[in-house]
């Protein structure tokens, strides 16, 4: 089964401008999470998205927003960019919503990795 | 809302030690605590996790202990291998009130030959 891929891989934007990242799940998974991880900050919470509904979102401003396709694919958004938007974005995937009764293994993607010049 | 401390934030250990990292959360409605290792350059992968129904969780080198009436829940990693070597967050999130999981800031552990 092939993992979680994201796209693209790396991204070098200027502030002012926006960005869209991708992810594709797991064959089958049904969850996206987004999570940004940065040095300072560690990993920290974006929003989850199943069956084309965000479930719950973290404590970003609303420039961060995203949403899920019916393949479960989601895109992720950051409108008029920040030199702090600077970090790695990670998308993870599960068969069920996270925090769901059932099995529950969050999958992570590569990353991408936006610097914001 | 939620806040989950993470300690320390650096450990080393000798080789064949022992290693523990300590996390406290705030909400007391959590009720689901994963434990995430992330290598260098790498993706983080899920280790372990429990739930609040239960004290502790063990498979294989690795254990998990929870104190739901102190609030805090601690992993122990026993016989350490040098492929050990990475950083480890916890993580904290209730299906009672709100999902949002929330992570430590991570512990980098190092594995000393």
């Known amino acids: 089964k092939a993992g979680v891929t994201q796209t693209p891989r790396y991204l070098i934007k200027t502030r002012g401008q926006q960005v869209t990242l991708s992810c594709s799940p797991i064959s089958g998974h049904r969850s996206v999470s987004w999570y940004q991880q940065t040095p300072g900050q560690g990993l920290q919470f974006l929003f989850e998205y199943f069956s084309e509904t965000q479930r719950n979102k973290g404590n970003f401003p609303g420039r961060f927003s995203g949403r899920q396709f019916s393949n479960s694919r989601s895109e992720m958004n950051v409108s008029t960019l920040e030199l702090g938007d600077s970090a790695l974005y990670l998308c993870?995937?599960?068969?069920?919503?996270?925090?769901?009764?059932?099995?529950?293994?969050?999958?992570f993607g590569p990353g991408t990795r936006l610097t914001v010049l | 809302g939620e806040n989950v401390e993470q300690h320390p934030s650096t450990l080393s250990v000798q080789e064949g030690d022992s290693a523990v990292i300590k996390c406290t959360y705030s909400d007391s409605a959590s009720n689901y605590f994963p434990w995430y290792k992330q290598e260098l350059g790498k993706r983080p992968q899920l280790i372990i996790d429990i739930r609040s129904n239960v004290g502790e969780k063990k498979d294989q080198r690795i254990a998990v202990t929870l104190n739901k009436t102190a609030k805090h829940f601690s992993l122990h990693i026993t016989e350490t291998q040098p492929e050990d070597s990475a950083v480890y967050f916890c993580a904290a999130s209730s299906d009672v009130r709100d999902d949002k999981i929330i992570f430590g800031k991570g512990t980098r552990l190092h594995i000393l030959p």
């Open positions: 993870a995937s599960s068969l069920e919503a996270v925090l769901s009764s059932s099995y529950n293994e969050q999958f």
